[in-house]
């Protein structure tokens, strides 16, 4: 966890797509190349249909596979994945949530406002970790005082827990769902949630089921991810201070260097699983029909085949074509949310506190323990 690049990129110098377990037993491959990431994730032949994927495990054994909250796009494909990602698409292009950004540079003001200059701060707690949940929270319209209780029910669904932690989990957060989705159809509001509710009652395009598990989706995928592009952001830059000094100079390189933070090192690690439906070749392998295939960005990223001087930071590279947000019809539906929320938050930060510094020796740094997100437990720093 603390290094998975030189891991990576030994499993990449044996070969861009390897045998490797799924769960530890399930039969699976490992892609760590570039090209080869590319052209799976663009692949109909591979499925991401978790009531499909159920079959290929062993009974009992599928854990989160098996929530009831996991009917939605990221589990699907065409058609049903089109038709869901459909009904929410519009919320999330870059002109609509170009109307947030005001909103979006006042939570990051309030934000750093209330840290103290001169002090110490944990930046995942006090910036990174508030600004994207307060974010999605308003856009889905899930009241202020139900935030903290999300981050304890969707640890379990992205970090190493136990199965019972898991299922209770799952249990607390499909009844809270159900009881706040229940509230939104009483009371229709002004978000998107309502608006969902509405569309589910309206007739046969979207299920309760569905409706559920699309909010949870976007709660995840909106608050697990977008934290952790900006711990690992601020942590890159106070590793590269003369990267840091060329974007404190010139603000405007902003949109260029979230990209690059992206590439060098994204949340993501390797949450995009598949399974083929039919033999494959890739990278002058052969993957049978019915396995698993684990596809991972941080690698793909780093393959010197496509990014020269890979393990470099550099914020004036053309990092454009990373894989950061995936490829192909899953591609990530927030990714402009995610870009706008990650150039203020690090604008925001850089300019009030342009001589903050590492608190911490960067070997101490505690990642979290989990194959799907590459991010900080903590990140200390010093404010100057
Ligand atoms: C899908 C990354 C932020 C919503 C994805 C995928 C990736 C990704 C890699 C594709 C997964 C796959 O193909 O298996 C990221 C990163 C983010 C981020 C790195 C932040 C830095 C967000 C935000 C939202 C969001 C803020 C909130 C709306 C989604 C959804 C999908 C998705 C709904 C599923 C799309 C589909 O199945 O068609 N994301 N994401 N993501 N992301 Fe993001």
């Known amino acids: 966890m603390r290094d998975p690049h030189s891991l990576y990129q030994a499993l990449r110098d ?54 009831a909250l996991s009917a939605h796009m990221l589990n699907s494909d065409p058609p049903d994945h089109t038709r869901l990602r459909e009904l929410v698409n519009k919320v999330f292009t ?18 750093v406002d209330a840290m103290a200059p001169g002090g ?15 974010v999605i929270c308003e856009v889905l319209g899930v009241p202020d005082g139900d935030r ?16 019972e932690e898991l299922a209770r989990a799952q249990r ?24 969902l509710t509405r569309v589910s009652d309206a007739g046969d395009r979207l299920s309760h089921a569905e409706l559920v598990s699309m909010a949870f989706l976007l709660l995840v995928a909106g608050h697990e991810t977008t934290v952790n592009l900006i711990g690992n952001s601020v942590l890159a830059l106070l590793r590269n201070p003369a990267q840091m000094a ?3 100079a010139d603000p405007s390189l902003l949109p260029a260097a979230v990209e690059e933070f992206l590439r060098y090192d994204g949340p993501i690690n390797i949450a995009t699983v598949r399974f083929t439906t039919a033999p494959v070749s890739v990278g002058g392998v052969e993957i049978p029909a019915g396995e698993f295939v684990m596809i991972s960005l941080l690698a793909a990223n780093r393959d010197a085949g496509r990014f020269p001087d890979p393990d470099l930071l550099d914020l004036a590279r053309p990092a454009a074509g990373h894989l950061g947000f995936g490829h192909g019809v899953h591609h990530c539906l927030g990714a402009p949310l995610a ?24 070997a101490d740094l505690r990642w979290r323990d989990s194959t799907l997100i590459h991010g900080l437990h903590s990140l200390p720093v010093r404010l100057a």
């Open 14 to 67: 044996q070969g861009p797509v390897r045998p490797a377990r799924f769960h530890s037993r399930l039969p699976g491959w490992l892609v760590t190349g570039y090209a080869e990431a590319r052209q799976l994730l663009g692949d109909p032949r591979l499925s991401k249909d978790s009531a499909r994927a159920l079959e290929l495990f062993p009974p009992g054994t599928a854990g989160a596979y098996a929530s």
């Open 172 to 195: 607390e957060l499909t009844a809270y769902m159900d009881t706040l989705v229940a509230a939104k159809r009483a009371a229709h509001g002004d978000d998107l949630l309502s608006e």
């Open 120 to 134: 110490s701060a944990d930046l995942i707690e006090v910036y990174a970790f508030p600004l994207p949940i307060t």
């Open 94 to 111: 870059a002109r609509a949530v170009a109307r947030l950004r005001p909103r979006i540079e006042q939570i990051a003001t309030d934000l």
């Open 148 to 163: 903290d209780r999300f981050r304890e029910w969707t640890r379990p669904f992205v970090g190493a827990t136990d199965a």
């Open 339 to 362: 870009r706008l929320e990650a150039q203020i938050a690090l604008g925001r930060l850089l300019g009030r506190f342009p001589a903050m510094t590492l608190d911490a020796d960067p």
């Open 246 to 248: 060329a974007l404190r």
